[in-house]
């Protein structure tokens, strides 16, 4: 089965502070995302990547930059991140021709 | 921007009911719709999908998809208290490979 892992799987971070998130994904898919869940939001992308070295922005970006530096990789990073942006982060990733998606296990981020 | 309703937003039922979750979008070209299930504490994992109009069955589970209504469900027959979860559908966005999900249903099936 698809394998995506997420690290960490909770953070405490300070309003301000820089935060990375990061996802690994051994199915060797080409498509790669990040989304966050909000109570009564369901999922909501925030950035997505077709190919390594090139990211794209999703619904809700502002605020969250993407890295996406080899085909297994992809990290989301907070550079200042604010009381809003408390949620849990999902990733995922697809492979060409397929739309189903495969999640990693999420991240819980608290700021404070 | 497209979007997905999802009702109810929350459904208690007993063991051994049938369950009825909804879904309404807005763009009658879209050309995948899947539901996904996520446990408690857990990654969101897809359960079925289908492509064009029409029932899906898989073991107790069936989906319906009626583009012309815009209207997409998902059924469970003979509902367990394993099927408590939060209940996710999604269809594809037009002209990418992006899923767009509604807000979901949590679904408390009580022993």
């Known amino acids: 089965e698809a394998a995506v892992t997420q690290s960490p799987r909770s953070k405490v971070a300070v309003t301000g502070g820089k935060v990375t998130l990061s996802c690994h994904q051994t199915n060797n898919h080409d498509y790669m995302y990040w989304y966050r869940q909000d109570t009564g939001h369901g999922l909501r992308l925030i950035h997505y990547s077709y190919v390594a070295d090139s990211t794209e922005k999703g619904d809700i970006p502002d605020g969250y930059k993407a890295s996406r530096p080899s085909q297994e990789n992809f990290s989301l990073i907070l550079e200042l991140a604010s009381l809003s942006q408390t949620a849990v982060y999902f990733c995922?990733?697809?492979?060409?021709?397929?739309?189903?998606?495969?999640f990693g296990p999420g991240t819980r981020l608290t700021v404070l | 921007q497209q979007k997905v309703q999802q009702s109810p937003e929350s459904l208690i039922v007993p063991e051994g009911a049938m369950t009825s979750l909804n879904c309404t979008f807005s763009?009658?070209?879209?050309?995948?719709f899947a539901w996904y299930r996520q446990h408690s504490g857990k990654a969101p994992k897809a359960l079925m999908s289908?492509?064009?109009?029409g029932e899906k069955e898989e073991g107790r589970f069936t989906i319906h998809l009626n583009k012309a209504s815009l209207h997409f469900s998902l059924h469970i027959r003979d509902s367990q208290p394993s099927d408590s979860a939060l209940y996710l559908c999604a269809k594809r966005s037009s002209g990418s490979w992006q899923l767009i999900f509604g807000s979901g249903t949590q679904l408390t099936v009580m022993p």
């Open positions: 995922a990733s697809s492979r060409q021709g397929s739309y189903e998606q495969y």
């Open positions: 289908i492509f064009s109009n």
């Open positions: 763009d009658s070209a879209s050309q995948y």
